[in-house]
């Protein structure tokens, strides 16, 4: 088979024609995000009459990332923030009246909309989840249509729910590190449904009696865990599809594949029927009042967000669009899922991803570190991964020791093992696609973001010899510096994680391990080339982290490649910078690997 055509970087990371739609309530209109002015907008288009889309919002800063229609479909709502600093605020757009600007609910500075779900039995309002930049989480109800905010710190009802939630044997805080998910209350206001793994090592979805207490299992899997990737990346599917009134109608599960279990018989029969429109895994699933129109897309390793229009009451079904028209998806490489056994015999969930068109043998690498360490790599279109296999590199994500989605044992391997066995399992990783024949052990990079940065960084001063390049961005160099940098709100939600898996600053003993265990500790081990990427304005992996790194390499008189954006935050958001990013990358491992290059 022939190489295929090289991908531009502008087409593989520029702006999506459109993207993440929602059917509005009433059916008649589909909401998405589209281009406008360079940024990404939200854009309207009735359902059933050939009229031109018009964008109802006008952000020409930063793009739109998360929006929502409210109960009634006058109202829509979204958040945005500022340069990336994460400090969201909640905007409604009053779609009767364009003319109308669009109104800031949560007008606080330097406060954080954290949530701002549904409120059970409550049409038109919202429980809105603040984060105080002095310090504290705070509960509100908003009433979407005249803005008022009220207090629900001192309800009754609300904190008798978060007691008994509290309370329940089917919890135990310390199993989760990143809180307890979901926690939906029930449409009648009487029960919650949480994410439970009491008794056992996967997790199922339990309804919890608000009154007594009392837990009742609703569905499970024997082998998978529900899919919680949605708590660390909002803009991925929820595990529980609800329909509008938030009845539940079915649950994610998420192994290799994704798997849904549908509760209610009439979802049953949609799911049957929207299953058969495409051969990926359904993704984000909307649905007006009735439960007979529905928008949807699909995670697909080589065409993604496939979007697709279903009428159940008609049997109707027509593709509405393709976020990525101009991307072929012949010419991009499957993801395939393979298992690798690490050193201590703990089985990781990996995969593979092969360039089309040469001979898998001896191959130069990327070994690509998911961020977290609390998430999870999975099967479905990365910008990332397609870019690398097209530029004739395999590409390796193992789902190392610490990774959620593979049972409790498999995530609490990784307490006290941060530069430890965390990192044995990415050298075993390398070492099975050597060992396969796939991956040339001289021409292996590391490359990771978040938690993948400070994996990379790890790489290239505790093993820098097996690594030919390395490519970090907004990762961790200084473990108690990132934990004492943390904003004020966010601090007491550490004790689950950083504080259980890595330690506390304040007790001299276990700030000396950390320190031994982050690479500005090392510093002087580093000879592998090394690029570096941050965004200025990074509230949870401060800017300092990679200053570090930089400013002792160049000491040493260390070339290094850093570069930071000043208008972005830990996810970055323009596409000119992605490209930006990803233009540079490509140069700097097909110097240092030998892979493709579009320069050349």
């Known amino acids: ?46 359902l059933d009459t ?3 889309p018009r964008c109802v919002t006008n952000d020409e800063t930063r793009s739109v990332i998360r929006y929502e229609w409210a109960d009634d479909p006058r109202w829509l709502l979204y958040l945005q923030d500022v340069g990336g600093d994460e400090n969201w605020h909640l905007y409604r757009v009053d779609l009767d009246s364009p003319d109308v600007d669009t109104v800031d609910l949560t007008p606080f500075p330097g406060d954080r909309v954290i949530g701002f779900e549904p409120v059970a039995g409550r049409p038109g309002k919202r429980k809105l989840v603040i984060g105080r930049a002095a310090g504290g989480i705070e509960t509100h109800e908003l009433d979407i249509a005249s803005g008022e905010i009220v207090s629900m710190e001192e309800d009754p009802e609300h904190l008798a729910a978060l007691k008994m939630a509290e309370e329940s044997e089917w919890l135990d805080g310390t199993d989760y590190p990143l809180g307890v998910f979901p ?11 949480i994410g439970s793994h009491l008794g056992t090592d996967r997790t199922r979805l339990v309804r919890v009696d608000l009154a007594t207490g009392e837990g009742t299992e609703v569905d499970s899997h024997p082998t998978l865990d529900i899919d919680t990737r949605s708590l660390v990346f909002p803009t991925l599917p929820p595990p529980l599809i609800q329909g509008r009134r938030g009845e539940l109608l079915g649950v994610r599960y998420l192994g290799e594949r994704q798997v849904i279990h549908a509760l209610d018989p009439h979802f049953a029969e949609v799911l049957e029927n929207l299953e058969k429109l495409s051969e990926g895994d359904l993704s984000a699933v909307s649905t007006d009042e009735s439960g007979q129109r529905w928008v949807v897309t699909f995670t697909h390793d080589r065409d993604p967000g496939v979007t697709w229009f279903y009428d159940h009451a008609t049997g109707e079904s027509r593709l509405l669009f393709r976020p990525y028209p101009h991307l072929d998806p012949e010419a ?73 989605g593979f049972g409790k044992a498999h995530m609490e391997a990784a ?17 099975w696609a050597v060992a396969q024949g796939y991956a040339d052990p001289e021409r292996v990079a590391i490359f990771g973001g978040s938690y993948g940065g400070y994996a990379t960084l790890v790489g290239v001063t505790f093993t820098p010899d ?46 000396a391990d950390m320190l031994a265990r982050s690479p500005i500790s090392r510093i002087d081990e580093i000879r592998t080339p090394l ?19 930089a400013e002792g390499l160049r000491a040493r008189g260390v070339d290094i490649e850093y570069i930071v954006f000043d208008d972005e935050g830990h996810g970055f958001v323009h596409p000119k910078n992605l490209i930006t990013m990803f233009d540079s990358a490509e140069r700097f491992l097909a110097e240092h690997l030998g892979g493709r290059t579009e320069q050349g």
Do not use: C
């Not at 088979?1 to 509005?24: C, H, K, N, Q, Y």
């Not at 926690?183 to 449904?193: C, E, L, N, S």
């Not at 601090?491 to 007790?507: E, S, T």
């Open 1 to 46: 088979m022939a190489l295929p055509t090289l991908i531009s970087v502008e087409d593989m990371f520029g702006s999506p024609e459109r993207t993440r739609p929602l059917i509005s309530p009433d059916g008649t209109q589909v909401a998405f995000l589209a281009p406008w002015r360079n940024q990404l907008n939200v854009w309207l288009q009735d």
């Open 50 to 52: 050939d009229t031109e």
């Open 183 to 193: 926690t939906t209350i029930t449409p009648d206001g009487t029960g919650m449904w």
């Open 332 to 404: 991009l490489a499957p993801m395939r899922p393979v298992t690798i056994t690490a050193r201590d015999g703990l089985e990781l969930p990996s995969y593979l991803t092969l360039p089309v068109g040469l001979d898998p043998v001896g191959l130069p690498m990327v070994l690509l570190v998911h961020g977290g360490p609390w998430a999870r790599d999975s099967w479905g279109f990365d910008h990332s991964v397609q870019l690398l296999a097209n530029r004739g590199y395999a590409v390796l994500q193992v789902n190392f020791r610490g990774s959620t």
């Open 415 to 431: 307490i006290g093992e941060f530069a430890g066995k965390m990192h044995d399992d990415l050298i075993d990783g390398v070492d």
């Open 466 to 511: 097996r690594f030919a390049a390395a490519v970090g961005y907004v990762g961790v160099s200084n473990l108690a510096n990132y934990m004492r940098t943390q904003p004020e709100f966010v601090r007491p939600a550490l004790a689950n994680n950083w504080y259980r898996y890595v330690g506390d600053p304040d007790v001299p003993e276990q700030e």
């Open 531 to 549: 690029m570096l990427v941050q965004g200025a304005n990074d509230s949870r992996v401060v800017r300092a982290e990679s200053d570090q790194i």
